[in-house]
Nanobody, 127 residues
Framework: QLQLVESGGGLVQPGGSLRLSCAAS????????IGWFRQAPGKEREGVSC????????SYADSVKGRFTISRDNAKNTVYLQMNSLKPEDTAVYYC????????????????????WGQGTQVTVSF
């Protein structure tokens, strides 16, 4: 069974940090582009960051550039999203997703390209 499981969310004060994890079972994350998305209350789901199939290319939404970092640990079959200098507007449910297409180009935030999604983890940034 192909499954993605996010963890690491929680409540943090503005300026704080969290590291989200996206662990896969049933397939190897290393061979797929992985994206992180988020959905805030009353808003559409949006792309936050992604890492290419080869791992050599990453992309970030303008709103998180310089604050968030995506990375892989292939030995743990896990992708991480390190989030620093968190702001209240970062509050959302965060999802990871895997693109199963054998494409070695740059990753993208086109949600229709992603085939498997996790259940999400809540991140709340507040005093």
């Amino acid at each position: 069974q192909l499954q993605l499981v996010e963890s690491g969310g929680g409540l943090v004060q503005p300026g704080g940090s969290l590291r989200l994890s996206c662990a896969a079972s049933g397939f190897t994350l290393e061979y797929h582009a992985i994206g992180w998305f988020r959905q805030a209350p009353g808003k559409e789901r949006e792309g936050v960051s992604c890492i290419s199939r080869s791992g050599g290319r990453t992309s970030y939404a303008d709103s998180v550039k310089g604050r968030f970092t995506i990375s892989r640990d292939n030995a743990k079959n896990t992708v991480y999203l390190q989030m620093n200098s968190l702001k209240p507007e970062d509050t959302a449910v965060y999802y990871c997703a895997a693109d199963f297409a054998p494409f070695n180009g740059p990753c993208a935030f086109d949600q229709s390209k992603y085939d498997s999604w996790g259940q999400g983890t809540q991140v709340t940034v507040s005093f």
